[in-house]
């Protein structure tokens, strides 16, 4: 994926390979998309734009759809680490 993708019409997206592993980092740690996006330095309302792309069929929205996957995996591993930790403290 290249540096910025070219959003529909407007100015080129933020949305990179750093952008995607730090909302994903911030996603295992457990934080909501909002406070991921916030954290990252991306506004919440953009991020779920960015989601809502994911669903598109079009080549040139891969780029969402790559973004949509990290998360999902994100969030799954965000899971295995809380319930990892349950074990720990029960």
């Known amino acids: 994926m290249s540096a910025a993708v070219k959003n529909r019409g407007g100015r080129p997206t933020r949305l990179s390979e750093e952008v995607i592993e730090l909302l994903a980092a911030y996603m295992t740690l457990g934080f909501t998309p909002g406070q991921a996006a916030r954290a990252a330095g ?6 779920r734009l960015w989601r809502a792309r ?10 969402f759809v790559a973004l949509e996957q990290r998360l999902r995996e994100a ?9 990892l930790d349950g074990l720990w403290d029960g």
């Open 54 to 63: 994911a669903w598109s069929r079009l080549p040139e929205d891969a780029p």
């Open 42 to 47: 991306v506004a919440p309302r953009t991020l």
């Open 75 to 83: 969030q799954v591993e965000a899971g295995r680490t809380a319930w």
